[in-house]
């Protein structure tokens, strides 16, 4: 692999991981949705939303967030998950 592809995935893995940090930071704010999350860092840091709500899910996995319920969608009056730091 030439050094401008190894250069080049650890600026991209270090910008995901910046990423789930702020997310992760939205998280600790109050239990809120991915969604909700990822809107609450673009309006603090600029960016778009898909990319940080991505994210939930590396915090899902690694234990860091965790389900703390349901409630009904606001906008589309589905059932969705809140989450919150795992404490």
């Known amino acids: ?10 600026e991209d893995e270090q910008k995901l991981a910046a ?9 600790k704010v109050r239990p809120m ?9 673009v309006q603090q840091l600029g960016g778009k ?3 940080y709500r991505k994210r939930y899910c590396d915090l899902l996995n ?3 967030i965790r389900e ?5 969608c606001s906008d589309t ?7 919150r730091v795992n404490v």
């Open 68 to 72: 703390a319920g349901t409630r009904k």
């Open 1 to 10: 692999m030439p050094w401008t592809s190894r250069k080049s995935l650890k």
């Open 62 to 64: 690694a234990c860091l």
């Open 19 to 27: 990423m789930a940090g702020h997310m992760l930071a939205a998280f």
């Open 33 to 41: 949705t991915a969604n909700e999350a990822a809107l609450y860092c």
């Open 77 to 83: 009056g589905k059932t969705v998950n809140v989450y």
């Open 49 to 51: 939303q898909e990319s």
